[in-house]
């Protein structure tokens, strides 16, 4: 008599195609974070003071508007578009700041319009791909053209923020601990300090997690970006999403203009040219998928963070070309997008 053995069907199998799918979905961010470890060991071993409190939280300090620009554009990534006008919306808002505060308003009433603004520019360039089924790439491309030509019809150079408020926020420094440093001269002692502005950024991230992760709008947005035609069938709100993505998008630009405004107490028509490019190669890099549905803005951050350190590679390193640090930001997001079409064709 001859017995056959039958494969398990027990708890053993089901574990480990969980264990799969949970490494599939956690990998990008993992290679995320293994990366931007070897980036910080290699600055370190290279560059003294690389790894100092203080150089890691200019990590932070230098880019706390790029961190809210990539924020916004993760939720647009995951429900799969994308918004090509955060640059030029950033620049509208530092201008708009700066000519409604050189006319004598005041800092209470100045940020919230300078957010309305931008979150209704948003909010139209959300219903243009909505009602009129508008590709994103051409919406936001006209949206960023309209926003730069705003920016540089209200100013054609750079405008300085004299007002008090802007300048504390330009000036003040949150001290978080004291360092001590032997020197040829003796002992120096120096503040390891961040900003407010940065304040403000994490305070927009962890919002940022909640809505995605424990709201019906954050499931909605997943939803849209796994599959438009099932969120339709499981009765979501796909329009209303969709159109609320590209607002908080705008939100997020002008806030990050306030942000910038803050940092160099000016209001600049032309600043942020590209920097709708390094939003998304930080989103990328972050481990959010191009094609939407999958990816966490905590990945978006960390993108940041590493877009931060090979900018910071050139700020140690004076003989770097600026050519080279494109060059490595293109290279890692090459390298990611191959990443995610290898995973995506392995779920299949």
Same mark, same amino acid.
């Given at each position: 008599m001859t017995t056959t053995l039958q494969p398990a069907i027990g708890p053993e199998a089901p574990s480990k195609k969980r264990s799969l799918k949970r490494f599939e979905?956690?990998?990008?961010?993992?290679?995320? =974070? #293994? %990366?931007?470890? +070897?980036? %910080?060991?290699? &600055? !370190?071993?290279?560059? *003294?003071?690389?790894?100092?409190?203080?150089?890691?939280? *200019?990590?932070?300090?230098?880019?706390?508007? /790029?961190? =809210?620009?990539?924020? $916004?554009?993760?939720?647009?990534?995951?429900? $799969? &578009?994308? *918004?090509?006008? #955060? !640059?030029? @919306?950033?620049?509208? &808002?530092? #201008?708009?700041?700066?000519?409604?505060?050189?006319? !004598?308003?005041?800092?209470? %009433? @100045?940020?919230? +319009? @300078?957010? =309305?603004?931008?979150? #209704?520019? $948003? /909010? %139209? +360039? &959300?219903?243009?791909?909505?009602?009129?089924k508008i590709q994103p790439f051409i919406a936001t491309l006209a949206a960023m053209f309209l926003a730069r030509g705003l920016s540089l019809m209200i100013t054609d150079r750079q405008i300085a923020i004299t007002d008090t408020f802007f300048q504390k926020m330009n000036l003040t420094h949150i001290n978080l601990w004291e360092t001590t440093t032997n020197t040829r001269r003796g002992v120096r002692v120096s503040d390891v300090y961040t900003t407010w502005s940065v304040v403000i950024a994490l305070l927009i991230l962890v919002i940022a997690f909640v809505v995605l992760h424990y709201t019906r709008f954050g499931r909605t947005v997943y939803a849209i970006g796994g599959g438009e035609s099932s969120a339709n069938l499981m009765g979501l709100a796909v329009a209303r999403t969709k159109i609320s993505v590209y607002a908080i998008s705008g939100l997020c630009s002008g806030l990050a203009g306030i942000l910038y405004s803050f940092y160099t107490a000016s209001g600049d028509p032309i600043v942020g040219v590209g920097y709708e490019l390094n939003a998304i190669a930080a989103v990328v890099i972050g481990g959010t998928l191009l094609a939407g549905g999958a990816g966490y803005v905590l990945g978006s951050v960390l993108g940041v963070i590493t877009l931060s350190v090979i900018y910071a590679y050139k700020d140690f390193d004076g003989g770097l070309n600026t050519g080279w640090t494109r060059v490595m930001i293109g290279a890692l997001v090459l390298l990611f997008i191959v990443l995610q079409r290898v995973l995506v064709a392995r779920r299949k």
């Open positions: 979905r956690y990998s990008p961010i993992a290679a995320t =974070v #293994v %990366l931007l470890i +070897v980036m %910080l060991a290699f &600055g !370190g071993i290279r560059y *003294d003071n690389f790894l100092s409190g203080q150089a890691l939280l *200019d990590l932070f300090n230098k880019n706390s508007y /790029l961190f =809210v620009l990539a924020i $916004g554009m993760t939720f647009v990534i995951l429900t $799969g &578009g994308i *918004d090509l006008s #955060v !640059g030029a @919306v950033m620049a509208m &808002g530092t #201008v708009i700041a700066a000519q409604l505060l050189s006319k !004598g308003w005041s800092p209470a %009433l @100045v940020i919230p +319009v @300078v957010l =309305v603004i931008s979150t #209704v520019l $948003g /909010l %139209l +360039v &959300g219903l243009m791909i909505d009602k009129f």
